[in-house]
């Protein structure tokens, strides 16, 4: 009668070893003395109390149904996971695992969102492209009138971020997320990558493939790990290419051509192995529009002479390519927790979409049209770029640890190029063997393995 009386009171007793039962529950491995529920007290404070005026206050309006259940407590939204004992006592916090399964599924992600962050706007779309188109050509001209060599430098840094927004336009076209007009995201798709030398169909088939299989090592398309087997198959200029900054930030072109190491095909050829035979045509448009932007150059260099077009377009398409390498490859390496790369069973379209990163990239976040929400866009890409910030705050309760607040950045998002370094030195290959497996890190890169 009396651990009833206790039991209604909210003075469970808890026995001496509990497990983790999940997330957000709390245990004990050490025995310890008994306590209650709500109190720090033991069974010799407990004496002393009044129980008659006590269980006047508890027994009111009670339910005394029978109820059997184990002593825990659940921890909400807000604990966000941090769990420090049995109700905050006796337990420091367990390490959190980036690799366990998460506690919510793709639906709970999916439902936190604000329906009005998945509409199109086409008008808005297009006013972007607008902007962006207008300014690389006012650019253009303000150099080409001044054409001196204290603006060249200006004009590079400036020209080559804004052909990265127009990439992420277009790649808006290819997801979809630009309209529901398939035609006109086709159309300006084509004009736009056409004219920083990206096939339209032939990346946006093989990106389309990234995001189905983030996070899989062999089923991922850009920036995967590269297998240990690969990796020591790899001769010593490929490895110091592939890890020595900068030469992996001008892999695009070569990515566009061969794919990546272990990888067969083009994003040109319409019999790749990145495409099924009902994509051909689209590959052959996609590959006529780029060699028509080449042609168009070549008669330009005529025209302007090709010093002139190396200025205006050479070197501002090599800016380009470097803001794309840093920024695609930044969102699924770098961060100073290692993260989980997805074989097998153990991979799911949820897991493999959580181990991307966001990063902020300071005044640029508005030039390149927030690309750096790239949690939220991985898992939903057809939300359009600019409810990308609102979807991505909606979801942050849900995700709890397996959303990584990013590192503020300065107006320059200069702390991105340490990042980057460090993770080139780090992360080399990942093991042939098992279903979640982290980047290990050869310390004598410059050596191959028959040595």
């Known amino acids: 009668m009396a651990s009833l009386v206790l039991s209604e009171c909210g003075l469970n007793p808890l026995p001496q070893t509990l497990t983790r039962l999940g997330p957000g529950i709390i245990s004990h491995n050490k025995p310890s003395k008994t306590r209650f529920l709500y109190t720090n007290r033991t069974l010799t404070d407990l004496k002393g109390l009044p129980f008659d005026k006590f269980s006047r206050g508890c027994f009111r309006e009670r339910n005394w149904g029978l109820k059997v259940s184990a002593p825990y407590k659940v921890a909400n939204d807000e604990d966000d996971n941090k769990v420090t004992g049995f109700n905050g006592v006796g337990e420091e916090e367990k390490e959190f695992d980036p690799g366990s399964p998460p506690p919510f599924n793709l639906s709970d992600v999916r439902a936190a969102i ?83 030398l990206v096939p339209y169909h032939g990346w946006r088939i093989s990106h389309r493939t990234h995001h189905q299989n983030h996070g899989h090592v062999e089923k991922d398309e850009s920036w995967h790990p590269l297998s240990e087997k690969i990796y020591k198959s790899l001769d010593d200029m490929t490895k110091k290419l592939r890890f020595t900054v900068p030469f992996p930030m001008l892999a695009y072109p070569i ?70 390498d840093l920024v695609t490859y930044l969102h699924h390496h770098g961060h100073e927790d290692k993260l989980p790369w997805y074989r097998g069973k153990e991979w799911s379209y949820l897991r493999g979409g959580l181990t991307t990163l966001d990063r902020d990239y300071g005044w640029i976040n508005n030039i390149h049209h927030d690309i750096g929400t790239h949690i939220i866009h991985h898992l939903f890409p057809q939300i359009p770029h600019y409810h990308l910030i609102e979807a991505t705050e909606a979801v942050k309760p849900v995700l709890g640890k397996y959303y990584r607040e990013p590192k503020k950045s300065a107006p320059l998002p200069f702390h991105l190029i340490g990042d980057l370094i460090r993770s080139m030195a780090r992360d080399h290959y990942v093991s042939d063997a098992g279903d979640v497996v982290y980047y290990q890190t050869d310390y004598q890169p410059g050596r191959s393995s028959s040595e």
């Open 255 to 324: 990515y566009l051509w061969s794919r990546s190491p272990g990888k067969t095909g083009s994003h040109f050829h319409p019999n790749s192995d990145l495409f099924v035979p009902s994509e051909k045509i689209d590959v052959i448009t996609s590959t006529a529009c780029w060699a028509a932007m080449v042609a168009l150059l070549v008669g330009l260099s005529f025209v302007v002479g090709p010093i002139q077009l190396l200025n205006l377009y050479g070197i501002p398409y090599v800016g380009f390519v470097m803001w794309l």
């Open 114 to 196: 604000p329906k009005h962050c998945w509409v199109k706007d086409p008008w808005r779309s297009m006013s972007y492209v607008v902007r962006d188109v207008a300014v690389v050509f006012g650019l253009a001209a303000g150099a080409a009138y001044l054409n001196n060599w204290l603006v060249w430098p200006l004009y590079w840094a400036a020209q080559s971020t804004m052909l990265w927004a127009i990439f992420v336009l277009g790649h808006d076209c290819g997801h979809g997320s630009f309209s529901n007009n398939h035609n006109l995201n086709s159309v300006v798709g084509h004009i736009l990558h056409s004219s920083i």
